[in-house]
């Protein structure tokens, strides 16, 4: 189990201190891909690297399954940091080491000999699916190959850890999802620990059980992912959840726009389905009851780890009666509904 | 004095062949030793004034300040004068001043600092990223120069030591004017002071050619070590 006890980071520079992490308190549990969100500055960088010693608290503690890695140094955080891996936005792979040279490098570093070495990054290269790629130079590798050989490499000490520090940020979407599939692979076959950050909210939802969002250093809310996709509290995470379930909000909100000056009589309203609900005819029982008419003007259904989440922008006319009716039909139905028209 | 017209310079009946293979000898070995020891005496400095950059221990800024000051005090001097000023130290350390292996400290010590630098610029030039992946890893200071900082910066360490010595063949020829032997030493006593123009001009193809080998096994080995582009 991973523990943040009230950790403060303040970096101190010529122009005053920064607070890079503020207070924040943390579990993780064993087994679990902990996603950490948040937009750049927000500190999240600085509290993953807290995991490894890359950056030692200011206040407070880090503790590992127990061991204070926040206090350690030297040969002791040497020999903790073998069994914890890292994955990085650029991959940081050695351009003069083959493919299988880069896997053995951790090994090399933890002290095993050369021929068990290879035995095992031959192991690992197939695991990721690099097979037939062992000679190769990261130079002639694509860039999802070249997250693959940082995630194998990375597994090498076999670690009970995974830190993750924007693997994918780098990568287009569908690498993006393939290399996420193979870190939720990895994460169920070695029943690894995957600490994960990262400003797209796209790769919490489609592999992060947990989340937690972090703005200037604090951690304003966390909890499982469904949860807080369902429940958004702060306004960075409305943000975030808005940004991916409509992920064209902007085109959207134009549109919206448009309608009201078309239909200045129409309500728009913007409903959120969670889970179950998302399967449900609910619109189409709304319809049944009320008199109005309806004008679909977007929307889209998300699968995560826990259920779906579906978001839907419509368009209803009628009499006033009826449409409150039907929104409180929704309220009833417990679909979040926002009007966007009356102010 | 005779001979200054421009057909002197093909009277190659002059010129004595045993000598000149022998005085190109003396310059390839000046040239090789000096390179040598520069190699490894500069990949140390370099690495000195890389590792104790930015660092807040005491000892090691005081260390930096002093390897800086010697790199940048020796790069500073004319090669000439150097040689001059370490005639005293030379005969220390050598035991004489005249002949090549007298050449090789003031060679040493003239280029040993250059190559330092660029060595030290080399490994600044590193992408960060990889060695804190390395440190990530659990790797030591002494890992992470053995397994990324040197094998990654090969291609600039040994197009810089290409450079230098290349430099250093032009400064053997220097040294070879005040009596360290080689084809310097060829061209000005029997060139220069005997009025034998097909001398010199034999042993500046020489040295040309000598140049242009030691760029052409530099080029190739960067060539062939650097994995980054095809």
Same mark, same amino acid.
């Given at each position: 189990m991973i523990e943040f006890k009230d950790v403060t980071k303040t970096f101190d520079s010529k122009q005053g201190s920064v607070h890079?992490?503020?207070?924040? !308190? /943390?579990?993780?549990?064993?087994?679990?891909?902990?996603?950490?969100?948040?937009?750049?500055?927000?500190?999240?960088?600085? /509290?993953?690297?807290? /995991? !490894?010693? /890359?950056?030692? #608290?200011?206040?407070?503690?880090v503790n590992i399954d127990g061991v204070e890695i926040s206090a350690l140094t030297g040969a002791a955080l040497r020999e903790q940091r073998h069994k914890i891996g890292m994955i990085f936005q650029h991959f940081n792979l050695l351009w003069s080491r083959t493919v299988l040279e880069n896997i053995m490098f951790p090994l090399e570093i933890a002290g095993n000999n050369k021929a068990d070495a290879k035995k095992k990054a031959e192991h690992l290269a197939e695991l990721v699916g690099l097979t037939g790629r062992e000679t190769a130079y990261p130079s002639e590798l694509s860039g999802g190959q070249k997250q693959r050989v940082g995630i194998a490499r990375a597994l090498a000490n076999d670690p009970q850890i995974l830190l993750s520090d924007e693997a994918t940020s780098a990568l287009d979407p569908q690498t993006t999802d393939e290399v996420l599939d193979l870190l939720l692979d990895i994460n169920k076959k070695l029943n690894l620990t995957i600490v994960l950050i990262t400003h797209e909210m796209h790769v919490i939802r489609k592999i992060a059980d947990h989340v937690a969002v972090m703005e200037d250093g604090k951690i304003v809310e966390q909890g499982p992912v469904l949860e807080v996709f369902k429940r958004p509290k702060q306004a960075v995470t409305k943000r975030f959840v808005n940004e991916e379930v409509t992920p064209s909000l902007n085109e959207t909100t134009a549109v919206v726009g448009q309608l009201l000056e078309k239909y200045p009589k129409g309500t728009i309203v913007q409903l959120t389905f969670h889970g179950d609900q998302a399967q449900l #005819?609910?619109?189409?029982?709304?319809?049944?009851?009320y008199t109005l008419d309806l004008n679909i003007i977007e929307g889209a259904i998300h699968q995560t780890q826990e259920g779906a989440i579906g978001s839907l922008y419509i368009q209803i006319s009628g009499d006033q009666d009826q449409l409150d009716g039907a929104l409180a039909y929704l309220q009833k139905m417990r679909v979040e509904t926002e009007v966007l028209n009356r102010e | 004095m005779n001979s200054q017209g421009l057909g002197s310079y093909?009277?190659?009946? =002059?010129?004595?062949? $045993?000598?000149?293979?022998?005085? =190109?000898?003396?310059?390839?070995?000046?040239?090789?030793?000096?390179?040598?020891?520069?190699?490894?005496?500069?990949?140390?400095? @370099?690495?000195?004034?890389?590792? =104790?950059?930015?660092?807040?221990?005491?000892?090691?800024?005081?260390?930096?300040?002093?390897?800086?000051?010697?790199?940048? &005090?020796?790069?500073?001097?004319?090669?000439?004068?150097?040689? &001059?000023?370490?005639?005293?130290? =030379?005969?220390?350390? &050598?035991?004489?001043?005249? $002949?090549?292996?007298?050449?090789?400290?003031?060679?040493?010590?003239?280029?040993?600092?250059?190559?330092?630098?660029?060595?030290?610029?080399?490994?600044?030039?590193?992408?960060?990223?990889?060695?804190?992946?390395?440190?990530?890893? @659990?790797?030591?200071?002494w890992q992470i120069i053995r397994k990324v900082l040197l094998p990654e910066s090969m291609p600039a360490l040994v197009s810089g030591i290409t450079v230098t010595t290349i430099s250093l063949i032009g400064y053997t020829a220097m040294a070879g004017a005040i009596g360290a032997g080689g084809l310097g030493n060829l061209a000005y006593q029997d060139g220069f002071q005997s009025n034998n123009n097909a001398i010199t001009l034999v042993a500046t193809v020489i040295i040309v050619i000598i140049v242009f080998i030691f760029q052409f096994i530099g080029d190739f080995a960067v060539k062939h070590i650097d994995k980054r582009a095809n």
């Open positions: 890079a992490v503020q207070d924040v !308190n /943390l579990k993780i549990e064993d087994g679990h891909i902990y996603g950490i969100v948040g937009y750049s500055g927000a500190g999240k960088s600085t /509290l993953i690297r807290m /995991l !490894n010693g /890359l950056e030692t #608290p200011t206040s407070g503690a #005819p609910i619109v189409s029982e709304m319809l049944k009851q | 093909f009277n190659f009946s =002059t010129v004595d062949w $045993g000598n000149m293979l022998s005085s =190109t000898w003396e310059t390839i070995w000046l040239t090789l030793v000096s390179m040598i020891v520069v190699a490894i005496l500069g990949i140390a400095l @370099g690495l000195l004034l890389f590792e =104790t950059t930015n660092s807040q221990n005491p000892l090691a800024k005081l260390l930096n300040w002093v390897v800086a000051l010697f790199v940048n &005090v020796f790069r500073s001097i004319p090669f000439i004068i150097l040689i &001059v000023l370490l005639l005293p130290i =030379t005969q220390k350390l &050598v035991g004489t001043i005249i $002949g090549p292996r007298a050449a090789l400290p003031s060679l040493i010590i003239s280029a040993a600092p250059f190559y330092a630098r660029m060595v030290e610029l080399a490994f600044h030039e590193l992408d960060h990223g990889v060695v804190e992946a390395a440190e990530s890893m @659990g790797a030591t200071r």
